[in-house]
């Protein structure tokens, strides 16, 4: 903090130092022009702290500005992997005008919590597309439970495996995930033999590193059009983002959005 007040009183001091200097083609300054613009620049931050705050309060807004830009950008070039990609499964309305990418882990409280909030809101939308990534960084087990997910959606039963894993509450284990395998009706040798498949495993990666590049560090978060929502979504905080998604993708003329 003491460097970042530093870098702000240099700033100011710059103007300032404008100001007492006479104006000449060679603008460096001697030590004694150097120590009058030190206390002038003292004395005027003494007799005003408050531009100290509202400079920190400036660069902090720009600071935040710049990463959602930042992010955005990240998005648009990573569309593709994020609405497109064949390994993820999808939910809600397949032909819906507006995609919510969701990622999760099992072992997260938060996801848990989330989770009844999103499938609210696509129910009262009815045109809402849903992106499922699974993204385990929390435990061990989490991979497990995501790579136990994935491979029950290649016996048709994702939602029936994922739901059950969304409302088990506290942490899972291999005996636990399996047990929850087996309420959803799968075969379960299918199941642990098709839980060791590379594309399994790749899929999982890639959403790791899709989720590094688009500046996601936690979970759950949400991508909903060209912005990042981290942390939990309510049901009443889809309406607004959906339209401004929608509002978006007619303007971008998109296939899929």
Known sequence: MVNRVASLALAIALPLGAAVAPAKADTRFDESQKREIRNIVRDYLIRNPEVIVEAIQEMRRRDEAAKEAAIEKAIAENRDALLRSAADPVGGNRKGTATVVEFFDYNCGWCKRAYPHMLAAVK??????????????????????????????????????????????????????????AQAGLDMPKLKADMKAREIEAAIDANLALAERIGIRGTPAFVIGSKMIPGMMRARQYPAELARARKECAAQKAAVC
Do not use: N, T, W
């Open 124 to 181: 009262a939308d009815g045109k809402v597309r849903i992106v499922f990534k699974e993204y385990p960084i929390l435990a061990p087990s989490s991979r497990l439970a995501a790579r136990a997910a994935l491979a029950a959606a290649r016996q048709g039963k994702y939602r029936e495996m994922h739901d059950r894993l969304m409302r088990h509450r506290g942490a899972l284990d291999e005996a636990k995930i399996m047990a929850v395998a």
